[in-house]
């Protein structure tokens, strides 16, 4: 949707499960030494706009919906990254259970690795202590008075919701009780709809089918 729906005037991107697993691996060595990340290849990719699908660079958007899922729960939660606010804001569908210090335990690894990610792409500048290079870690904003599941089985589907009503700047009108299961029935139906208009429209585009190696390559012979 935020690629190719030109009713959606937020300029968004996303990551994937991957990316979260990747900030959480690296995070220990980042906090002795922020150099750890040069060696980070494939996340490195991810601000870059190269590593998923139908992907935006991030210099090129304000917001960054980052699907996060919480180890010892198995808890899902939307991270959204606001570039220009520097700051996470997180969506918890589960409050009365995971409750905010577990949740913000968990996001400090975001918090942290980020900052350094922009500092790599040359969208945030940092300091120089010591010979390390320094940057401010972002602010934690727990996003509440938000609808809530009411099992321990939904979550996923609210982090798709929350993330589809704020690209359409509308999370005010999020239904609240939230009816899930009509909701898992929608997204199907759009999902066939957006596959209906990519053939009928004949928008299909390189980042849709061609691989992660081919789309370096094919940078690189342009940039030859």
């Known amino acids: 949707m935020a690629t190719f729906n030109k009713k959606i005037s937020k300029k968004v991107t ?14 220990p060595a980042v906090v002795k030494n ?3 990340l040069a060696r980070q290849v494939s996340l490195l990719e991810y601000p870059l706009g190269e590593y998923m699908h139908c992907n935006t660079p991030w210099a090129e958007v304000d917001h960054v919906l980052m699907p996060r899922r919480m180890g010892v729960h198995a808890h899902w939660i939307l991270v959204h990254l606001d570039i220009r606010n520097r700051c996470l804001n997180v969506y918890n569908s589960c409050c009365a259970t995971i409750r905010d210090g577990e ?10 690795v980020i900052p350094h990610l922009m500092a790599n792409i040359d969208v945030w500048q940092t300091v120089i202590v010591n010979g390390i290079q ?6 934690v904003n727990l996003v509440h008075d938000i609808p809530q599941q009411s099992n321990g089985t939904e979550c ?24 899930a299961t009509s909701e898992r029935i929608y997204l199907a139906s759009q999902l066939y709809k957006h596959g209906l208009h990519k053939i009928n429209e004949g928008y299909e585009s390189d980042p849709d089918f061609l691989s992660r190696r081919e789309r370096k390559a094919r940078k690189g012979a342009n940039k030859k």
């Open 14 to 27: 996303t990551t994937d499960s991957f990316f979260g697993s990747m900030v959480r691996g690296i995070y």
């Open 34 to 36: 922020s150099n750890a």
């Open 103 to 112: 949740v913000r335990a968990d996001v400090q690894p975001f918090a942290l």
């Open 156 to 179: 996923g589907v609210f982090v798709i919701k929350y993330a589809e009503y704020f690209m359409n700047n509308n999370m005010e009108r999020m239904p609240n009780p939230f009816d």
């Open 134 to 139: 320094c940057i401010e870690p972002l602010v």
